[in-house]
Every structure is written in structure tokens, then in C-alpha cells.
């Protein structure tokens, strides 16, 4: 028998989805429950759409639909001529969000840029390690060492000394770890002894303001009626929680929700023939990968991550799970991004070699787990069945296979873990359109306690990326990412498993919405027709 309160969080549920009858309201149908509404703690994409894109902003924006930078809460910056100062300006009149438990005494200035990025920063900041104090992509993209200091020039003049030249840094400040928190609600609700609700009641300067979350059921947004920038189209936005794609599906035949992610690969063709769904599709700047601890025999073992690499069949998984909706993927990094490595060599597909190779290592009687996400990703529409597809592959050379799942908040957290045992099944969206975002955040030494979950570490690599990082111009840079990606290969941190096709399903009346390269589902211009 189900619990009042359960009963009574249904009928919530129920009565925010039911009002997308109104021209008012957009309802999306979302894959999962986020991990909390503090973009710079996370780094899965569920949680980013929940809370870095409708309620926040940060200094530099991407352009909906781009890799361009635009003017974000900085009207404009300057770099110096040695690339080691950057200053940014401020915009003014900018309003934050309001909450029952603070309603702000002034607008956003310089104090609340470097609060944002000083707490993930300094180890003895006060807010360093509340939530969990996981820094990941600050970390994992060398910002410590990178940012010397950042001043306050005045209210709206804010300067960042940086170590060294970094050509990616105004394209990071784009990224959804940058977004701009509240100096003043955090100090306000350090004060009340629960700093934790900066994660958990959010307040932003984003077109939304937060006004209800239910764990996996329903988060309720409102329209920012002072936002700085385009007003939202829609007065209500609702993400109704669905993780079951065919569920998703059924939502959207029936108006229940007007756009859904993720659908599963097998219905698309379906969906494209129904008169009253909208199918919209891009190449996905993204790949998904089968991520070996490096650390733990035997996957320590380069030639052992190589025979386990030529035992799975790419080209089954991207006919079972992908239902051609994908590529084999090669190279970290995907083929729509500059300096992609043609001349890379895949590992093919050859278990007897495979076999022989484990054997010569003196590898027997080989017990692994492979961890499956229990969420969609544009990089993997079906986690379970491409692990199943793996455990048959190691299966024929000897190695016998459990599949693992937690809860995705739980599996992402726990996947962290330096001695985690076995294999995880992940996969990244480019963040800003630089192949530093792949090559440097999931690969790099700096990322090992975070976003690297291979825990992979390999001088040669580190020296070219980094060096990379410095140089000014793409041409001067690509030679150094292209031998990266030649290294990454030959040393096998990952199986490099598929590069995506990403599908969006909505409802004809949904007007404005545009596919984002980067993988954000942004609702701000999206409005209804009547």
C-alpha cells in the first residue's frame, strides 16, 4: 500500500504534467533525475539541462545551436598579449532569483564571479566541501594551477591572472561548471547553517526561476519575468522525470509532455512516419567508450587492454544498440571535431588473436565487471544490452563478466573511485567544441580522482596535451592532438566504442527549438503555437 505522502507527490506530479494543455506551459519529458542543482559539483548532462541552462548564466555563452562564444554576464573581455591576463566586464542591472528563504539586497557584480570560482579554487574557502565539495571539471581542466588569482578592479571589472596562456579559456568559460552563483545567498545561507541548499533551492540569474523538485517525477520551473536577456517564451516549464523511453514516447502521442529525449533507436523510423511527431536529428559531438581501471592488474597491462579491445565486435553493438544510428568510433574524439585523426588505426575485431594475446600475458580464468549506466545517453541509447553484447564477446576468449548498474547519481559518484574494480561504460558531449575537452578533462593526469575514469596517467600523452593547451591557433595546436590520438590508441585506456547520431521528438506545435551541438536540451526560446 502506497504511503500518503507518495500518494501526495503523484498527484503533484500529475497535476504540473497535466497543465501542458496550456499554451503556457512546455513540458519536456527528461531521461532522469538530476544530481542537484549546482552546475560546478557534476558533470552529466542530466543534471546540467536541470540546472546550468535554465537557471544560470555565466561570464561567455554559446550561442543555442553553436560552438560560438557570445557575451554572457561579461558584456565584452580583453586578453593581454602574452595570453596570461584576461579581463573581463561586467554586465550591469543583472537580477538574481528570489526563494522563500532570500530575496537578494543587490544585483550581480565582481563579488559573485569570484565566489563562483574561488570556492571550487581554494581548499580553505568555506564552501570547498560543501555538497560533496567535487570539483570535477575545475579540477580535471587544470584550473588550479592554471588561475593564479582573480581580481576585483571595481563592481564590474574583474581580471583573471593566469599561470600560463591557456587557448581554450574563454571557450571553458562558457562551460556549465562556469555558471555564476549568488555570493550573497550563500553567505546568507552559510549563516543559517545550511550552505547546502546553494545546491538543493538554487538561485541564478537564468531565464527560470526554481520552484519545486520531486525525485524522480518532476522539477517545476517559472519564467524569470526580470531576466537581463530574451524574455522565455513560455511562463511554465516542467520536466517530467521518465527514465523508460517508450514511456517518453507514449507521453508525447498522448500530449502529456511536448519534447522528449533519447528515444530508443528501434522507434525512430515509426516516429518519423507519425504524422503528429517532429523528428529532428544531428551528428553528435560525442562518443561513448568501454573505460578500464588502469590501475588494477591486470588492466595495468597495456596488452591486456589491447587483446580485451580486439574481443568486442564495434560493428554488432552499433547494429543491436544503435540500430545504425551511429559510427564505430576509433578516436576520443569524434570525427566532426578539428583535429580528429584520419590516419588513427582501429583495433579489429579478432578474438582468436585476442585470445592468444590474454594467454601470452598469462592471463587466465579472468573475472571482470563491467559497470552499465541505468540512464540514456546520446552516447549509449541502451547501456545494459551493448554490456550483454560484451560479456557474450569476452566470453569467447575466456573472460567471464558481471554487469554492475547503481542509480545514475549513485554510479557516476562511485565510478570515481581510484580502486574501482573493472570496466565502466561512459561516454562524453564536447563541452565548447576544443578537443582539450576530451583529450585533457577525460584523459589527462589532473582529471585521475574525477572526469579521467580510466585513472589513466601517461607522460608522453600529458607532455602533448599540455603543450597543446598554450599554443594560440588550431594549426599550430592539431599536429600535437593528432599524435595524442595516436598515443591513446596504442596505449588502450579505453575501448572506443561509437560516435552517435543525436534525435530530438516533439510535438508540431513546439516552435524554436534547436538541436544543440553540445548536447544541452535549452528551452528559453522555445515556445508553443495556439
Keep these: 500500500?502506497?504511503?500518503?505522502?507518495?500518494?501526495?507527490?503523484?498527484?503533484?506530479?500529475?497535476?504540473?504534467?497535466?497543465?501542458?494543455?496550456?499554451?503556457?506551459?512546455?513540458?519536456?519529458?527528461?531521461?532522469g533525475s538530476p544530481e542537484g542543482f549546482d552546475p560546478a559539483l557534476y558533470t552529466a548532462g542530466t543534471t546540467f539541462d536541470a540546472s546550468s541552462h535554465p537557471l544560470y548564466n555565466r561570464l561567455v555563452e554559446f550561442k543555442v545551436g553553436t560552438t560560438e562564444v557570445i557575451p554572457g554576464l561579461a558584456e565584452s573581455w580583453e586578453v593581454s598579449e602574452d595570453g596570461k591576463t584576461v579581463t573581463f566586464s561586467l554586465r550591469q542591472g543583472v537580477t538574481f532569483h528570489s526563494n522563500e528563504n532570500f530575496t537578494p539586497t543587490r544585483d550581480f557584480n565582481a563579488d559573485d564571479v569570484i565566489f563562483t570560482f574561488n570556492r571550487q579554487k581554494d581548499d580553505g574557502h568555506p564552501y570547498n566541501e560543501v555538497s560533496g565539495g567535487t570539483w570535477e571539471y575545475f579540477d580535471g581542466m587544470s584550473m588550479p594551477d592554471l588561475i593564479e588569482s582573480i581580481e576585483k578592479v571595481d563592481d564590474y571589472t574583474v581580471v583573471f591572472n593566469l599561470t600560463r596562456p591557456e587557448a581554450p579559456f574563454i571557450a571553458n568559460m562558457a562551460m556549465d561548471f562556469a555558471s555564476i552563483v549568488s555570493k550573497e545567498y550563500a553567505d546568507v545561507m552559510?549563516?543559517?547553517?545550511?550552505?547546502?541548499?546553494?545546491?538543493?533551492?538554487?538561485?541564478g540569474t537564468g531565464p527560470f526561476t526554481f520552484q519545486a523538485y520531486q525525485k524522480d517525477a518532476v522539477i517545476r520551473y517559472l519564467r524569470h519575468n526580470d531576466y537581463w536577456g530574451d524574455k522565455a517564451k513560455v511562463e511554465a516549464l516542467i520536466f517530467a522525470i521518465t527514465p523508460d523511453a517508450s514511456v517518453r514516447y507514449q507521453k508525447v502521442q498522448a500530449g502529456e509532455c511536448h519534447v522528449m529525449?533519447?528515444?530508443?533507436?528501434?522507434?525512430?523510423?515509426?516516429m518519423k512516419d507519425d504524422p503528429n511527431i517532429v523528428v529532428m536529428e544531428q551528428e553528435g559531438l560525442n562518443v561513448g567508450y568501454l573505460a578500464y581501471n588502469t590501475t588494477i592488474p591486470p588492466f595495468d597491462n597495456v596488452n591486456v587492454r589491447r587483446a580485451l579491445n580486439m574481443a568486442i565486435d564495434k560493428k554488432a553493438i552499433i547494429d543491436v544498440v544503435f540500430q545504425g544510428s551511429g559510427q564505430i568510433?576509433?578516436?576520443?574524439?569524434?570525427?566532426?571535431?578539428w583535429s580528429y585523426n584520419q590516419e588513427t588505426v582501429d583495433d579489429p575485431y579478432d578474438p582468436d588473436q585476442a585470445m592468444a594475446m590474454l594467454e601470452a600475458e598469462g592471463v587466465s580464468d579472468l573475472a571482470m565487471k563491467i559497470w552499465a549506466m541505468p540512464v540514456q545517453r546520446p552516447y549509449n541509447p541502451n547501456a545494459r544490452r551493448m554490456a550483454e553484447l560484451m560479456q557474450e564477446d569476452f566470453a569467447k576468449v575466456g573472460v567471464d563478466v558481471e554487469i554492475v548498474s547503481f542509480e545514475w547519481g549513485e554510479y557516476l559518484s562511485r565510478s570515481r573511485a581510484l580502486d574501482r574494480d573493472g570496466a565502466i561504460l561512459l561516454g562524453w558531449t564536447g563541452d565548447n567544441g576544443d578537443p582539450d575537452n576530451f583529450l585533457a578533462v577525460l584523459l589527462g593526469c589532473d582529471g585521475r580522482e574525477n572526469s579521467n575514469r580510466a585513472q589513466w596517467c601517461y607522460e608522453p600523452f600529458e607532455e602533448l596535451i599540455q603543450q597543446a593547451k598554450v599554443l594560440p591557433t588550431q594549426e599550430e595546436r592539431q599536429p600535437l592532438y593528432e599524435q595524442a590520438q595516436l598515443i591513446f590508441k596504442e596505449q588502450a585506456p579505453w575501448a572506443t566504442i561509437a560516435h552517435s547520431v543525436v534525435f530530438m521528438v516533439m510535438r508540431p506545435e513546439v516552435e524554436g527549438y534547436v538541436v544543440h551541438p553540445l548536447g544541452g536540451h535549452i528551452f528559453n526560446q522555445v515556445g508553443l503555437s495556439q
Design 190 to 203: 552559510m549563516e543559517a547553517g545550511t550552505p547546502e541548499m546553494v545546491n538543493q533551492a538554487p538561485i
Design 1 to 31: 500500500m502506497k504511503s500518503k505522502k507518495t500518494l501526495a507527490l503523484w498527484a503533484t506530479a500529475f497535476s504540473l504534467c497535466a497543465s501542458a494543455a496550456s499554451a503556457q506551459s512546455l513540458v519536456y519529458c527528461s531521461e
Design 329 to 337: 568510433a576509433k578516436n576520443p574524439i569524434p570525427p566532426t571535431m
Design 261 to 270: 529525449a533519447y528515444p530508443t533507436p528501434a522507434d525512430i523510423q515509426a
